[in-house]
């Protein structure tokens, strides 16, 4: 059915497939959600930190 040189590259396939499936799913449920999390909550911060600023300069 196959030559070894051809299973040897099936394999390759395979296992490339693999890696790149399991890096698929730890990318779209552990690092896509941290990253945008965390710049989210960077972002607020920073707006919060520009209103007080803001309701500073006016107070004096």
Known sequence: MFEFDQYLGFLAFLTILTIGFWLMIFLLTFVIPYWVFGASIER???????????REAQAH
């Open 44 to 54: 607020f911060k920073e707006i919060r930190a520009e209103k007080k600023a803001k």
